[in-house]
């Protein structure tokens, strides 16, 4: 039986990936995520936005989880888990746009442009930008060749690289680049339902603005508490 190639060869080589060779690993990752589209047991409600807004919510809860848990060994410790931690993200957000799919009705015809446009509008837009047009006050994605998909993937892989490398000093930052980390895969993963939610909405009977202004509000909503937990935390020590 042939061993499948570990993901951590060339840490165990005693040297990191370049650039050029992390790149390409991503790229592969994001290929295969589209060779799979989830499915989703959701269907269209009465309230699409209200469920919409609740998926995203236990959607970024649980990236935030996933990745400050991988991200909590220190040194190059962490380095091994940025590929791991990235696809397992991903998957997260997969799903989840899967299921807002379904609640607005269209899960039946998601296809991969739909799911890269998704992932990946917020982070490397001019990369995708050509995955979508506006029809009227819609958006529609397009059917594109598989060989223009991977390109798209290959430029999304070489942003998400270099945006690994401009950020991967929080990795010898134990817990505080945990926190980090898990407070970036929250973010993220709220502006890839927004993403969706824009995609989709545009069938069904309700105000997309709406929808996000509600988002929004939960977000600031959040965001104070926690500003209000900091501070409580700081005027104890």
Same mark, same amino acid.
């Given at each position: 039986m042939t061993n499948k190639k570990s993901e951590y060869l060339p840490a165990q080589r005693g040297k990191q990936s370049s650039p050029e060779d992390l790149s390409a690993r991503i790229t592969r990752h994001i290929v295969?995520?589209?060779? +799979?589209?989830?499915?989703?047991?959701?269907?269209?409600?009465?309230?699409?936005?209200?469920r919409a807004?609740?998926?995203?919510?236990?959607?970024?809860?649980?990236?935030?989880?996933?990745?400050?848990?991988?991200?909590?060994?220190?040194?190059?410790?962490?380095w091994l888990t940025i590929v791991p931690e990235l696809v397992t993200i991903w998957r997260i957000q997969?799903?989840?746009?899967?299921?807002?799919?379904g609640v607005f009705g269209v899960n039946? +015809?998601?296809? +991969?442009?739909?799911?890269?446009?998704?992932?990946?509008?917020?982070a490397a837009a001019q990369a995708v930008r050509?995955?979508?047009?506006?029809?009227?006050? +819609?958006?529609?994605?397009?059917?594109v060749p598989l060989r223009v998909l991977e390109r798209v993937a290959q430029a999304v892989g070489a942003r998400v690289t270099r945006r690994l490398i401009g950020g991967g000093i929080s990795r010898w930052l134990p817990v505080v680049g945990a926190v980090g980390?898990?407070?970036?895969?929250?973010?993220?993963?709220?502006?890839?339902?927004r993403t969706a939610i824009r995609l989709f909405a545009g069938g069904r009977a309700t105000s997309v603005d709406a929808v996000l202004d509600a988002m929004d509000a939960e977000d600031a909503a959040g965001a104070a508490r926690q500003a209000a937990a900091d501070a409580g935390n700081a005027s104890r020590r």
């Open positions: 295969d995520l589209l060779a +799979r589209v989830p499915s989703t047991d959701e269907s269209p409600v009465d309230d699409a936005g209200q807004r609740a998926i995203a919510k236990a959607a970024a809860n649980k990236a935030a989880l996933t990745a400050g848990t991988l991200a909590l060994p220190p040194g190059p410790l962490g997969a799903q989840m746009v899967a299921d807002i799919s039946a +015809r998601l296809t +991969r442009e739909q799911m890269l446009y998704c992932l990946f509008r917020h050509d995955l979508v047009v506006r029809v009227g006050g +819609r958006l529609i994605a397009q059917d980390v898990g407070a970036y895969a929250w973010y993220d993963t709220r502006q890839v339902a």
